[in-house]
Structures are given as C-alpha cells and as structure tokens.
C-alpha cells in the first residue's frame, strides 16, 4: 500500500502523505474518538478528488472528507484517506446581489464569508461558536445552526446547490428541479439518474410516507440532524404538490460526507441584520427557572437566546481571556441567559429588551437583568462560543464531555424535558452542564465521565442509551447540529424506526456501493464506545519534569487540556495571537490543537526511556513561536509555549543542544561581551564579509540586520543615572530591571525610562542582579533559566513591595516573574515567586496605576497633537493586556492612539533571525502588522514595547519603531 500512496502522490496537483506524524494529527478531530488514517490528501483541484476517489475504489479503501476538523460526534475520524479540503478550495467565486447568492468553495470560513459580503449588503446567518474558523463544507456536512437558528434556520435552509463529484467520479449538480428537470434527470442512464429513481421509489407509498412523518422527530424542530433527512424530502415535489421544488441538497445537507464529495456551494443570503443590538443577561438561582425564562423570552422574538450554567461560567474563571468577558455577571448565578435583540436604532433594540425584562420581572423571573450594549456585547458572545473550550479546564480525568450534547426537542417540551433528563441524571450520581441553544429547544447537555477507565466507558454508554431513549419518548432529534457521526450512529435505527433506518441503508448502498466516502457514519455505525481517543485502565506514566504541572496534575494533563475545538485555526481578521505559525502556513501541522496531539500521541504511545526523544514531536513543535498566544486566547488555556521549552529541554538531553541554540540561549554572556567595544562588534557584525560568516556559521537568515550593542545601561547607570536626583518631591520608589536586551542593545531606552520616572517624581534603583532567563526558555535551557530565576528572586524577595515595585522595560524579561519563575523554581519557593510576582509591572503598566491614583495626569504633558499606533508584544498581551499601554500614550490631550490589530510580529526573540524560519517570520509579520505600519503616515507614530518587534518592524518595513517610554518622555513638557 506505501508504494500505491507514493505513486498516488506524484500524481496529484496537492499534497499526500502517510508519515507517522500527519497520521496522529489527523487521527481526531473535536471529539472523543481516535481512529489512524492511511494518509492525508490536501487536494488542489476537483481532478485530485477524481484520483483520490479512483484510487478508494482500486485498493478497497475510504476517504474521509474534513475541512476545520472541530466536528464533535467523531465524522472526520476514519482509518482510510482524510481529504482535507481547508488549504486550498477556499475561494469565493461569485457574490449575485441581484439573487442574493453566493457561490464559494467547502473550504471557506464562515467568517470569512460574512466578511467578504458585508460590502455587499448580505449575510449568511447560520452562525456556529466556531464561525471563526468553522467551513462551509464543513457546514454543510453537519447541517450546522449556531446561535441565530432561530432567526436564520440552519445551513440546509440557506443551500440552493452543491456541485459534487459521486462515488464512480462522475459529476453532478444537486439543485431544484422543476416537473419537467425531474422528468430529466429520471432518465438519464448513469448513477445521478439512478439517485433520483431510487429516491422516487423508496419515498413514493403512502405507507413508507406515514412512517416516516411518524417516525421522525416532530416537524416543528427545526434544528434536526438524524440520519438521512428524508422527511424533509417529503415536503418537496411531488411528494407534496404545494411544495418546494425537490432537491437532493436538502438530503445532502447533514449527511456528513458519506454520499458525496462536494466542490461547490450556492448559498441564498440574508440582507445584513439590523445594525445595533441589546444583549439582556437574566441571572437565575435555578436550571428550571431560567428554562420557564425562555419561553418568555422567545415570546418576545429575540435574534438570540442562549444559555450558559453555574459549572460551564466557572470554568471560564480560570481562562485569561475570559476572565474579561465576565464582566457583566454579577454575583454566583445558577444560570444565565444571553439575549439578543436587534434594531435599526438603540431605541428600537432597547424598546424590545425592556419590554421582555417587564415580562419577566411581572412573573417573578430572574433576579437580574444587566443590559450589555456595543461594543461589549460582542465580548457576551466570545464568553458563550468559549463554552465547550474552558470545559477542559475541570481538573482530574473525569471530564463534562459530548456525547448527549446534542438534543433537540420542540420548544414548549423544553421544560419538561430538561427536568425529566435531570431526574435521568440523578440515577447516574450526575452534576450535567447546561448550556448553549436554549431559544431553539436545544441544550448543550454535557454529563462528566472518565473515559480513561473501563468503568466510566461503561457509565458513558449507559447514560447515551438512557438520553436515546428520552429523546425518542419527546419525538425530539438525538442531534440538533452536531451530527450523528460516530457517537449517535448506532441510535439511528431506534430514533426513527427500523424500516426507515434500512431506507437509510439503502440510500448509502445506491449512492456509495463500495463505501468508499466515511463509512461507519450514519448508517452501519459501530459502537459508541469504540475507538475512543483513550485507553482504559492504563498506568500514567510518570514523567520527570523541569516545570511544575501541579496545577492541572500533570505534564500529560497540561496537554490533555485541548480538545480539539481548533480555536488555534482561527485568521488573522479574527484577531487576536493564536496561532501564528498556522495563520500563515495553513497547514494543520502547525496549530496548537496539531501540538497537542503530537505530545500526547508520542508521549502515551512510547517505549522510549525518554518519552521526549521523537522527532515527530520536533517536527511539530518547529513553527511554534512561544507567543504565548494560545495561554490566553485558547479555551482550554493550553500553554504550549511553557510545553515547548519542556520538550526542548528533554529532546536535548537526548540528542544535544545546537550551537545556534547555545549562542542565542547565551546571547546576554556573548552581547556583555560585545558591549565592552561595541564599534568594533557592530563593525564586524555590520559587515557583509565577517558579518555573513556569522550568520552562515550560526544559520541566520542572511537577509536579517543583527541587532547593534551598545555601552551598558548598567555601566551608564553606574557612570552618571543612579546621581540624577528625582524632580521635585518623591511620589514614590521603584526599582528597574536592567534586562538584558534593553541592558546591551537598547541602553538608550533604558536611560529614557528611568529619566522619565525621574521626571514623573518617582525615586530609581537599579539593583545588581541576573539577566532575566528569557533566551535560555526559549531554546530549552531549563535549568540555566532555573538559576537566573532563583537568584532574581532572592535579589528582589527583600526589596519589592505594593510601595516599592519591579518595573520592565521588556515585556518577554519582565513578565517571567509572573508567568514561568512561579512554575520553574523549587517547589518550598513557589510561594515566594508568585507573591513576588504581585509586585512586578510593565513600565506602561505602573504609570496607569499612578494614574488612576492621580498622581500623574496630562497636565505632566504636552497639549501637542501626534498620532501613535501601537504594536503591543505577545507575552505582554496574554499576561497583562495591551490596555495599559494604549491607555498610558493616550494620557496626553491631544494624542491619539490606536492599537494595531496585529497578532505576533513574526520575530518572536531568535525564531525570525533563523534562516529556515525567516520566510514563516515574514509572512507572519504580513498578516497584520506590516501593511498596518506602512499605511500609516509618515508624521505617525508608530510604538511597540518588545525588542524583536521593533527589530522586526524595521526589517520588514524599514519603520523605526518607538519603546512607549521613548514616546511619553519626547511628550514631557
């Protein structure tokens, strides 16, 4: 079979592969299943899906169609070839304004999609908590609804045509057909006219037509995803004369590529939505309140109505990133609601929200009604798509995970509903999590199980089997977006009936004989407790570690965090870091979720003595940047920057560190050096003869500048700033760390810094201490890192107070006392470091608090007008927020500051300066920042607090940037 793929390979126009690595990335997807495919094909072309398809067939094999990969019931999991769609069949072929169409490839974002249309006027509504990464074909697949289902219905009801490429490769456009285009397609002699006969046949007596309407779930649940949608056929010609046109895309939606291959999607859109929103939050003190809540609030026709329960918000407590997002809860609430009303004006929006709060608060509903308006409301709706994320967040190995997450019932069986599942749990020792689609009778159910042991797989079957059997009894759906997949497949024959289940069969048989397209989903399923992304009953094996993993248990339960939401696929108009080795390559390989995997496959699966020594793992990790983006941005909190250093340490152990590695781990040693005579260094550095010799030896890309040294700010300190003497009364004393970035190569903005302070009143120390470790994190140097922590430690443990605080210049140096020394030195010192920690700012940080204590204020600045746009460092923005910094350039009248939308700068400490990185460094840098920077004015200003960013601003835009004290102390009056 090696040789067949590798001839495979070489003929397609994409890409192919069967190497170990791609293999376990590609082995799960957001689900609970795990399942090695042959190979990965990324297909450049429809030709490629013909080969792929000729080549299922030939060698008795599957294709398994994938696009994000955060489907939830296991439909991209499969042991044949994953045909990953999302690379390269992303285009937007046509908007019609005049039809209000669109037609576009599977592989575009959602997002994306609404993007491109709002310079159109249209939208397409079906809206998931993955719409930032989330395909259309993917989409299209599970029939996805999201959030505005009850507005805007679900993906089938937007799908005109597909294009599709059938189970003998033939092609076929699936759309309306009037009488006479039916008449047509019956009599064509090829496998599409055999579609449409077969159709006819199966659904045309009356008796098959009663079971079906009496078997399905009730017609008025729209959101509806089980087995084939047959019954939804029923309502076409000519089956119902005053129907719609039949259309086999209909069927197609919701089928989870097992029918075809699709190449082409033709969507009906939606003018915009009106342009200003209320969000109203009720807060309830119980589930069964807030459930009679939704039926006063659906009364009132909202545009939203979602849920999210006491467990699911506590988990979002221990996210950075939502943290801020909680803003409007207030207190401890049992639930909450999330209601959305829109308007043309805020008056219209809030005429409807007051009237809905007045219903509320006359049936004594809620005991709080906080009202949320734009722009923070859309901070309501990353709190609510972050819910299945942070779920990983819940310690131990027993997890809320889906499995009957995904049902439906009609709206006024709601209540009951919930309250007899409720009564089901008890049975099961049970504490569920509610939440998500409450407005469209569906709840996001999610019971806690370990599925690491044999008993609590047990456990799961019985309660999907108990949930099976509620559903049915409220003729609901078993899945209402999500799909069958994997984890409901086996339920279909008990949900609508075995003489429709063999209809089902029969349907597959027809259109996909050879089940060559994801075979084992829908129909033929195995068993939901098969194939599952763990082993039972397995000793964890105890790896030793240089970090301390205490927090979430272990090493391995720091990687186990992801669950392969896939939020690290998200683009760069999404916002945000995370993930930027993946925005710019597109290759899976190169997300979070793909390291993740590669750490727990080669982890768990190995028989080595050091569990690190695999080069898969290296493979992986290559492109990871160490922004820290994933640390905040990421549900599940996965801090894969602090994992990499980890695995580096390890890897090298066994196989060495690199000499580039040492160089740059060591770079604070080697530039002191270079400080006692920095013409000179600069000279040779600056050279193309000695300078190049360097970077070849050391393989740095030859297009970088290096960065100049400079006299030390230590050895200037010593000379002349620590005798300046402070302007006018002391406000304060704060001790500066003399990093060593800003110590050798940016001396002059450490003198600006402290002479600012001084300038503002505050009292300065520069004590005697190490470099801060950064470098040596970054290449893995563990426990060189370790000492330089522990001795900062004891240098400032005696001198650091709420009075008297550690201020940074350098983002990455500084905020190590608050992310990794807490976590790396011993563990009797912990608690030291992280107390330390409470006393350690950004320089941008420590002014606005002296501002918000008014004692600096605009008056300290000129009233000149300037504009500054700002680049904020990746640590400094998953740690502390790049608020204060906007906020402390604003501080004078008349400037006006914008925060750049950027992500990483693409420079990230050495990784940008690296010959085989450089390429990756500037397509990150393209993204965002760089066309931001060039588009500003020659009279703006552009600033950014971090080193490489600045160097790699200059590099790549030939822009000087500015150190934020650079721009206040150039403001001073």
């Known amino acids: 079979m090696q040789q067949a793929l590798a001839q495979l390979a070489t003929q397609l126009e994409g890409e192919l592969y069967s190497d170990s690595l791609l293999r376990a990335l590609y082995a799960t997807d957001g689900s609970i299943y795990k399942a090695y495919p042959l190979a990965v094909a990324l297909p450049r072309s429809v030709a490629d899906l013909k080969k792929l398809i000729a080549f299922a067939r030939e060698h008795h094999t599957s294709l398994i169609p ?4 955060t489907s939830l019931a296991g439909q991209c999991v499969g042991e044949g070839i994953v045909v990953d769609v999302s690379k390269y069949f992303t285009q937007i072929l046509e908007v019609n304004t005049a039809e209000q169409t669109v037609r576009l490839q599977p592989g575009v974002i959602r997002d994306e999609l609404n993007r491109h249309l709002q310079n159109f006027g249209l939208y397409f509504g079906p809206n998931t908590s993955t719409a930032n990464r989330c395909m259309l074909g993917g989409m299209v697949g599970n029939n996805s609804c999201g959030t505005t289902s009850i507005v805007y219905g679900s993906t089938r009801d937007h799908v005109v045509e ?31 006219g055999q579609l449409y006969r077969q159709m006819l046949a199966e659904l045309s007596p009356s008796e098959v037509q009663e079971e079906i309407r009496a078997q399905y779930p009730k017609p008025s649940i729209h959101r509806r995803n089980t087995g084939y949608a047959v019954d939804l056929l029923l309502r076409q010609q000519p089956f119902s004369p005053e129907g719609k046109p039949f259309n086999f895309a209909t069927m197609l939606c919701g089928s989870e590529g097992t029918l075809a291959l699709t190449t082409e999607i033709k969507l009906q859109l939606d003018p915009l939505p009106d342009p200003v929103d209320v969000v109203v939050a009720p807060h309830f003190t119980n589930l069964d309140e807030s459930m009679r809540a939704v039926l006063v609030a659906m009364s009132h026709q909202p545009t939203a109505c979602e849920l999210m329960d006491k467990m699911i918000l506590d988990c979002t407590k221990d996210n950075i990133e939502q943290q801020k997002n909680r803003f409007f809860i207030s207190g401890d609430p049992e639930a909450v609601l999330m209601i959305e009303f829109r308007g043309k004006t805020i008056q219209e929006a809030e005429a409807k929200a007051d009237a809905m709060i007045l219903d509320m608060q006359q049936q004594g509903l809620a005991y709080h009604y906080p009202k949320v308006y734009a722009p923070q409301s859309k901070s309501v709706w990353t709190l609510r798509a972050a819910g299945f994320g942070v779920l990983s967040n819940m310690k131990g190995d027993k997890k809320s995970i889906e499995f009957v997450e995904d049902t439906a019932v009609d709206l006024p069986d709601l209540p009951a509903y919930i309250a007899e599942f409720a009564e089901v749990m008890k049975q099961f020792d049970q504490k569920v999590v509610y939440y998500a689609h409450a407005g469209a009778g569906e709840l996001h159910l999610r019971p806690s199980v370990n599925l690491k042991s044999v008993e609590g797989v047990a456990e799961m079957r019985a309660i999907a089997e108990a949930s099976a059997h509620l559903v049915k009894k409220y003729r609901g759906s078993l899945s209402g977006e999500h799909g069958d997949g994997r984890v409901r497949g086996e339920f279909i024959p008990l949900m609508i ?3 429709n289940y063999q209809i089902l069969r029969r349907i597959k048989k027809t259109w996909d004989p050879q089940h060559i397209f994801n075979p084992g989903k829908i129909v033929d399923a195995p068993p939901m407790d098969t194939s599952l992304r763990h082993e039972q009953d397995q000793p964890e094996r105890h790896i030793e570690t240089i970090f301390d993993y205490s927090d979430p248990g272990s090493l391995l339960e720091a990687v186990e965090k992801c669950n392969g939401s896939g939020d690290c696929r998200k683009l760069s108009f999404s916002g945000g870091t995370m993930c930027p080795s993946y925005m710019a390559t597109r290759n899976e390989k190169d997300t979070t979720r793909a390291r993740a995997n590669a750490l727990r496959e080669f982890l768990t699966m190995n028989t080595k003595e050091n569990p690190f020594d695999h080069p898969e793992i290296y493979e992986a990790m290559d492109l990871c940047l160490s922004c820290k983006g994933c640390k905040s941005e990421c549900p599940s909190s996965v801090d894969m920057a602090t ?17 580039r590695s040492r160089v740059f781990g060591n770079i604070g040693k080697i530039n002191k050096l270079a400080a006692l005579t920095p013409g000179l260094s600069n000279a040779v550095l600056g050279s193309s003869l000695l300078g190049g010799l360097v970077k070849k030896i050391l393989g740095v890309a030859p297009e970088r500048s290096l960065p100049p040294v400079g006299r030390s700010l230590r050895s200037w300190w010593n000379r002349e700033g620590k005798k300046l003497a402070v302007n006018g009364t002391p406000k304060g004393k704060v001790y500066v ?12 903005i450490g003198e600006i810094t402290i002479k600012l302070l001084l300038r503002l009143g505050y009292q300065v120390e520069m004590p005697q201490h190490p470099d801060s470790g950064r470098a040596y994190f970054s290449k893995g140097l563990l426990k060189e890192a370790r000492a330089l922590a522990r001795a900062n430690i004891q240098v400032f443990k005696p001198l650091l107070s709420t009075e008297t605080p550690l201020i940074g210049i350098e983002p990455s140096a500084i905020l190590g006392f608050r992310d990794e020394y807490p976590r790396l030195v011993p563990a009797a010192e912990r608690e030291s470091a992280q107390a330390l920690g409470q006393h350690v700012f950004l320089l941008e940080s420590f002014l606005l608090h002296e501002v918000q204590a008014e004692r600096i204020g605009p008056d300290d600045f000129t009233d000149e007008a300037k504009t500054i746009k700002v680049h904020a460092h990746c640590h400094q923005k998953a740690i502390v927020g790049a608020e204060a910094t906007a906020q402390i350039l604003n501080l004078p009248r008349n400037y006006s500051v914008e925060l750049i939308p950027s992500g990483c700068c693409g420079m990230a400490g050495s990784f940008g300066y690296e010959k085989e990185h450089y390429e990756v460094s500037m397509q990150v840098g393209e993204l965002v920042l760089f066309p931001a920077v060039r588009a500003a004015g020659t009279e703006e200003i552009i600033a950014a607090p971090g080193t490489s960013c600045r160097h790699q601003i200059l590099d790549g835009t030939g822009r000087k940037a500015l150190h934020p004290s650079e721009v206040l102390w150039g403001a001073l009056r």
């Open 66 to 69: 994938r696009t994000a990969g």
């Open 162 to 192: 597909l294009h599709c490429v059938l189970s003998d490769g033939s092609e076929a456009v699936f759309g309306p057909l009037n009488a006479a285009e039916l008449d047509a397609k019956l009599q064509l002699d090829t496998l599409e």
């Open 497 to 499: 009936g075995e003489n």
């Open 643 to 659: 994992l990499k250093a980890e695995f580096l340490y390890h890897y090298q152990k066994a196989n060495g560190t690199p000499l």
């Open 737 to 748: 760390f003399c990093d060593e970035f800003t110590n050798y190569n940016d001396p002059h």
